[in-house]
C-alpha cells in the first residue's frame, strides 16, 4: 500500500477553479492507477476521475467531464485533480486513491489506499 496526503481545497465561488494534489509515498506508485473521488453530505462516495499508471489513460464520471483534468507527475510522486468551472453540486469531501492495479478503474472496491480527504466547498 501507499499513503496518501491530499491539499489544494477550499472555498471558491462558482465558477472558480481549484487544483487539488495528492501526494504518495512508496516506491509502488509509479506502477498504480489512480483516482480521484468525492463524497458530499448524506450521499455515497462516488468516482469523479482516474488515470492510468502512465498517464497514457484518464476516465472521468459525465458530471465533471469537461471541467476537470486528471494528471500525474510519477517523478514527484503526486496526482493532481484541475477542477475549473466549479458548480455548487462539486461541494464535497474529495478523496485521492490508489487501484490495485494500473489500469483505469471507477469502482471503489478496485482500490486499496485512501488519503484523509479534503473539503471543497462552491459558494453562490
Known amino acids: 500500500q501507499v499513503q496518501l496526503v491530499e491539499s489544494g481545497g477550499g472555498l471558491v465561488q462558482a465558477g472558480g477553479s481549484l487544483r487539488l494534489s495528492c501526494a504518495a509515498s512508496?516506491?509502488?506508485?509509479?506502477?498504480?492507477?489512480m483516482g480521484w473521488f468525492r463524497q458530499a453530505p448524506g450521499k455515497e462516495r462516488e468516482f469523479v476521475a482516474a488515470i492510468s499508471w502512465s498517464g497514457k489513460s484518464t476516465y472521468y464520471a459525465d458530471s465533471v467531464k469537461g471541467r476537470f483534468t486528471i494528471s500525474r507527475d510519477n517523478a514527484k510522486n503526486t496526482v493532481y485533480l484541475q477542477m475549473n468551472s466549479l458548480k455548487l453540486e462539486d461541494t464535497a469531501v474529495y478523496y485521492c486513491?490508489?487501484?490495485?492495479?494500473?489500469?483505469?478503474?471507477?469502482?471503489?472496491?478496485?482500490?486499496?489506499?485512501w488519503g484523509q480527504g479534503t473539503q471543497v466547498t462552491v459558494s453562490s
Open positions: 486513491a490508489a487501484n490495485r492495479g494500473g489500469l483505469v478503474a471507477t469502482k471503489t472496491t478496485t482500490y486499496d489506499s
Open positions: 512508496g516506491r509502488t506508485f509509479s506502477n498504480k492507477a
